[in-house]
């Protein structure tokens, strides 16, 4: 049977496609997932929750060999390292682990895809997709939906932790303002965060949103789970199906193959099927169908780093199961070149899942307009073998600068004598692998995690010490804001991302030698074949890249339909 459109990666924009083509009872749609399939009745608790801290520490859920590099990236004779690189690998995609932050970004963020060759990827042209993917339950008016199948909430008087409430009043004392609505006009102060939650207060991916039951049961949709596209297939330049290894070996065939596997491995899908920098394909024999130089590169992400603090036992979370990333802080850098809000942190209740994260508040910063860009390789031809990810975070420097007033910016705000009581002992942080491994479940992190939480209430007016003792071995806010070169070195070598891969296949027009595919993500100098996910974005959003990523699937959604 050939289908009219296989879609190839189940995550937030292949479900979002695969429901919206499948209303048409005389469209053929499949759906191919690598990973596990959940539905509203089989959702993992992990998953459910909306404390999402856990979902992506499971296996089952990610791309558990894939690495990336992230800095150093401030000089070539620096050492680099890799480190695990969360993406998901589950029906619903990111939007099934993530942090089920809802916001958009600003309107300049859409023009600025249109001035980069995106044409018709304009803020006017977007709003429209932004309501129509969205219920908001707390915001009505002109940028706000209500009809869509994302339910969008904000945290209550009631959920909102103290200490989360305290930075706000500080904040707004040095001058930041609590606004309500972080997607209401774009303007730098504070937000409660805007999240996709039910009704019913579990997590909304898009595997559950738009494959409802209802949309499941449709005889025109197959979806496919447990299963991984190799590599498509062509006839000349046509492309025709795709070679599938798993649960569902074998060849599938289509009238239209739609790529939709995530800024890293849709590049390496493309490549392994002769997509590409000829040159760089024929390293592996790869033949080439389309010589397209920019397919893997102008990989984008917000680098990040943290200022943390111990908080007393009266302000903490009190609710383990409630979100922890309640508010936010939008601000402008004021740097050169820089956009209005290019700066973002995240204002955490708790640090992480574990008994020494609830112990933690944080500022978790990240550079929300980012100028450094990476590149994904393949490390072979074998769909078996995870590409080469370097993210080169800090490469350009006025990303390093930004990170860094950020590391003064957030000690100042929670050493303001107005924080005083809400917490003691402030310390730089970073999601350092050595963090990552603490927070895996077992026994024997468990045992540690125990021990290291029990001394830490005990301190008292020891605690600084031991945190920089045992947490930041012996890194030190004093050292970072005193000394330029120790702040620079710390910021090259724990930055991290946001998990908002993006732009390794980005739109623009056919000669363009950056361009992957044009605005209607049909991939240049091919036939049948369109990418549709984060990687057409030409520049990184100031956004969590989820919505933005849905709202991109309703809209080429729509120009399939229109025959564009």
Same mark, same amino acid.
């Given at each position: 049977?050939?289908?009219?459109?296989?879609? #190839?990666?189940?995550?937030?924009?292949?479900?979002?496609?695969?429901?919206? #083509?499948?209303?048409?009872?005389?469209?053929?749609?499949?759906?191919?997932?690598?990973?596990?399939?959940?539905?509203?009745?089989? &959702?993992?608790?992990?998953?459910?929750?909306?404390?999402?801290?856990?979902?992506?520490?499971?296996? *089952?859920?990610?791309?558990?060999?894939?690495?990336?590099? &992230?800095?150093? /990236?401030?000089?070539?004779?620096?050492?680099?390292?890799?480190?695990?690189?969360? *993406?998901?690998?589950?029906?619903?995609?990111?939007?099934?682990?993530?942090?089920?932050?809802?916001?958009?970004?600003?309107?300049?963020?859409?023009?600025?895809?249109?001035?980069?060759?995106?044409? +018709?990827? /304009?803020?006017?042209?977007?709003?429209?997709?932004?309501?129509? %993917?969205?219920?908001?339950?707390?915001?009505?008016?002109?940028?706000?939906?209500?009809?869509?199948?994302?339910?969008?909430?904000?945290?209550?008087?009631?959920?909102?932790?103290?200490?989360?409430?305290?930075?706000?009043?500080?904040?707004?004392?040095?001058?930041?303002?609590?606004?309500?609505?972080?997607?209401?006009?774009?303007?730098?102060?504070?937000?409660?965060?805007?999240?996709?939650?039910?009704?019913?207060?579990?997590?909304?991916?898009?595997?559950?949103?738009?494959?409802?039951?209802?949309?499941?049961?449709?005889?025109?949709?197959?979806?496919?789970?447990?299963?991984?596209? $190799?590599?498509? %297939?062509?006839?000349?330049?046509?492309?025709?199906?795709?070679?599938?290894?798993?649960?569902?070996?074998?060849?599938?065939?289509?009238?239209?193959?739609? !790529?939709?596997?995530?800024?890293?491995?849709?590049? $390496?899908?493309?490549?392994?099927?002769?997509?590409?920098?000829?040159?760089?394909?024929?390293?592996?024999?790869?033949?080439?169908?389309?010589?397209?130089?920019?397919? +893997?590169?102008?990989?984008?992400?917000?680098?990040?780093?943290? !200022?943390?603090?111990?908080?007393?036992?009266?302000?903490?979370? *009190?609710?383990?199961?409630?979100?922890?990333?309640?508010?936010?802080?939008?601000? $402008?850098?004021? #740097?050169?070149?820089?956009?209005?809000?290019?700066?973002?942190?995240?204002?955490?209740?708790?640090?992480?899942?574990?008994?020494?994260?609830?112990?933690?508040?944080?500022?978790?910063?990240?550079?929300?307009?980012?100028?450094?860009?990476?590149?994904?390789?393949?490390?072979?031809?074998?769909?078996?073998?995870?590409?080469?990810?370097?993210?080169?975070?800090?490469?350009?420097l006025r990303d390093l600068e930004r990170l860094k007033?950020?590391?003064? @910016?957030?000690?100042?705000? %929670?050493?303001?004598?107005?924080?005083?009581?809400?917490?003691?002992?402030?310390?730089?942080?970073?999601?350092?692998?050595?963090?990552?491994?603490?927070?895996?479940?077992?026994?024997?992190?468990?045992?540690q995690r125990g021990t290291l939480s029990a001394i830490?209430?005990?301190?008292?007016?020891?605690?600084?010490?031991?945190?920089?003792?045992?947490?930041?071995?012996?890194?030190?806010?004093?050292?970072?804001?005193?000394?330029?070169?120790?702040?620079?070195?710390?910021?090259?070598?724990?930055?991290? +991302?946001?998990?908002?891969?993006?732009?390794?296949?980005?739109?623009?027009?056919?000669?363009?030698?950056? @361009?992957?595919?044009?605005?209607?993500?049909?991939?240049?100098?091919?036939?049948?074949?369109?990418?549709?996910?984060? $990687?057409?974005?030409?520049?990184?959003?100031?956004?969590?890249?989820?919505?933005?990523?849905?709202?991109?699937?309703?809209?080429?959604?729509?120009?399939?339909?229109?025959?564009?």
């Amino acid at each position: 049977m050939i289908v009219d459109h296989l879609i #190839l990666g189940g995550g937030s924009a292949g479900c979002v496609l695969a429901a919206c #083509l499948s209303e048409d009872p005389r469209r053929t749609v499949t759906l191919v997932e690598a990973g596990r399939n959940i539905s509203a009745d089989d &959702m993992p608790d992990a998953i459910r929750s909306r404390y999402p801290g856990r979902a992506y520490l499971d296996l *089952q859920n990610i791309w558990a060999s894939l690495l990336a590099c &992230m800095g150093y /990236g401030t000089s070539d004779d620096l050492p680099r390292s890799t480190r695990h690189y969360e *993406q998901a690998r589950i029906l619903g995609g990111g939007s099934a682990i993530n942090a089920l932050m809802a916001n958009r970004g600003s309107p300049a963020d859409y023009d600025e895809w249109e001035a980069l060759g995106a044409n +018709g990827w /304009g803020w006017e042209q977007c709003l429209p997709y932004f309501l129509k %993917l969205e219920t908001d339950r707390n915001f009505t008016g002109p940028l706000h939906g209500s009809e869509g199948p994302m339910i969008i909430r904000r945290a209550t008087d009631g959920q909102l932790s103290p200490f989360v409430e305290r930075v706000m009043h500080t904040l707004e004392r040095r001058g930041w303002p609590i606004r309500p609505d972080q997607n209401g006009p774009w303007e730098d102060g504070t937000f409660r965060g805007a999240i996709a939650v039910s009704d019913t207060g579990e997590r909304l991916p898009t595997s559950i949103a738009y494959l409802t039951p209802e949309v499941r049961a449709r005889p025109n949709l197959r979806i496919i789970t447990e299963s991984t596209a $190799s590599r498509v %297939l062509f006839e000349g330049v046509k492309a025709i199906g795709a070679e599938i290894e798993g649960a569902s070996k074998g060849v599938l065939k289509a009238h239209e193959v739609i !790529v939709c596997s995530g800024a890293i491995h849709t590049p $390496s899908l493309l490549m392994r099927s002769g997509i590409g920098s000829a040159s760089e394909l024929a390293i592996f024999g790869i033949p080439a169908v389309a010589h397209l130089p920019g397919v +893997g590169k102008n990989l984008m992400e917000h680098p990040s780093i943290a !200022v943390a603090a111990y908080l007393p036992k009266r302000v903490r979370a *009190q609710d383990e199961g409630e979100h922890h990333e309640q508010a936010i802080w939008r601000f $402008s850098s004021g #740097l050169a070149g820089t956009p209005a809000g290019d700066m973002h942190a995240a204002i955490l209740s708790r640090s992480g899942w574990h008994s020494v994260g609830r112990r933690m508040g944080s500022l978790f910063f990240w550079v929300n307009k980012s100028f450094s860009r990476g590149f994904v390789k393949l490390a072979s031809a074998n769909a078996a073998d995870e590409p080469e990810v370097d993210f080169r975070m800090v490469t350009d420097l006025r990303d390093l600068e930004r990170l860094k007033a950020a590391l003064r @910016a957030g000690a100042e705000t %929670l050493l303001d004598p107005h924080m005083d009581g809400y917490r003691s002992a402030v310390f730089p942080s970073s999601y350092s692998p050595r963090v990552a491994s603490i927070a895996v479940p077992g026994t024997w992190t468990a045992i540690q995690r125990g021990t290291l939480s029990a001394i830490l209430d005990a301190a008292g007016p020891l605690r600084s010490a031991l945190i920089h003792s045992v947490v930041t071995l012996g890194t030190t806010m004093d050292r970072l804001l005193a000394d330029d070169a120790a702040a620079t070195e710390f910021v090259g070598r724990h930055v991290g +991302g946001t998990w908002h891969a993006s732009g390794t296949c980005r739109m623009g027009p056919g000669d363009d030698p950056a @361009a992957v595919t044009d605005p209607c993500g049909r991939v240049h100098g091919v036939v049948g074949l369109r990418v549709c996910d984060a $990687s057409l974005m030409p520049s990184i959003p100031c956004a969590n890249t989820n919505i933005p990523t849905i709202m991109i699937a309703e809209r080429i959604a729509d120009f399939i339909r229109q025959g564009r």
